[in-house]
């Protein structure tokens, strides 16, 4: 047996990562709803609560696309092609940024 062939386990290194995008996409999704709720219930500005709904909207995205993503990192592995997450980082990073801009004005406006 190769080298290459200890190491390769047919399948759950697409595994680990779909269920790390499903972390992160369930993270944004409950963290932003949850910071929406207590946002507009302590009437806080616009921007907060829209800064932790568009975070919840980026997380049900993700987990919308998390088995389309799967199939082709699976496709991707085991035919030998790079793997290309462009439009899922994206929404990841706009998502995270998103929260930041929220907790921002929460923290600015909250005495």
Do not use: K, N
């Amino acid at each position: 047996m190769t080298p290459e062939e200890q190491i390769w386990d047919r399948g759950l290194q697409s595994e680990r990562t779909r269920l790390a995008w499903v972390r992160t996409a369930v993270a944004l999704a409950t963290g932003g709803l949850g910071a929406a709720g207590l946002s507009m219930r302590h009437q806080l500005p616009l921007p907060a609560v829209a800064g932790f709904a568009l975070a919840a909207l980026c997380g049900a995205v993700l987990l919308i696309r998390t088995g389309a993503r799967f199939r082709r990192v699976q496709a991707a592995l085991h035919g030998g092609r790079p793997l290309d997450s462009g439009f899922d980082v994206l929404i990841a990073w706009l998502g995270t940024l998103s929260v930041v801009a929220g907790a921002v004005t929460f923290v600015l406006t909250v005495r």
